[in-house]
């Protein structure tokens, strides 16, 4: 990583991320990624699984002024680079790069917020009931979360895991 470079979102081609990697390492570029871990139904079972946190976009480091940047749009596996109005590279700000590195691992893991409360806003990211938008009931030491989920018509209080959620916004009144 060079701390003068900006970071650029690139769109992949589908199931490309793999070879966008190689091949933009190869080219000398820095490469981010961040993932996150996901139930997925297989064959009636669920399966963990790793998938990128931003399907279908990697982060490229280089300096978007003096590097001749048409060139990453041919990068095998890249479709194309995200570009402003002015079609010159969107820079992504240097705050939400920190901040989305300082929340992974060395392996590109994202990590979600160590501590949930009663009353904040989760979503649901893997398992049976994935993308459903609801709050913490209680929250105990263990990492179980109570929840309420609207099943057919009815209120059902429910577990999940904290590794199962990812906190919204702020608490909800």
């Given at each position: ?96 790069m920190s901040a989305m ?73």
């Open positions: 990583m060079h701390p003068d470079f900006e970071w650029c979102a690139a769109q992949l081609k589908p199931n490309a991320l793999s070879i966008a990697e190689r091949h933009l390492s190869r080219q000398g570029f820095t490469t981010f990624c961040p993932k996150r871990r996901e139930d997925q139904r297989r064959g009636g079972k669920f399966v963990k699984q790793t998938v990128p946190l931003f399907p279908g976009y990697i982060f490229v480091q280089f300096d978007a002024q003096a590097f001749a940047w048409r060139a990453l749009n041919s990068t095998r596996g890249l479709s194309r680079l995200i570009t402003d109005t002015k079609g010159r590279p969107a820079v992504m700000p240097g705050e939400f590195m300082a929340r992974c691992t060395k392996d590109g893991l994202f990590t979600t917020p160590d501590s949930f409360a009663a009353g904040d806003k989760i979503r649901i990211v893997s398992g049976p009931f994935a993308d459903t938008i609801t709050r913490i009931e209680a929250a105990d030491r263990q990492g179980r979360l109570e929840i309420l989920l609207d099943i057919m018509g009815q209120a059902v209080r429910t577990h999940v895991p904290a590794s199962a959620v990812e906190k919204i916004n702020a608490r909800v009144d």
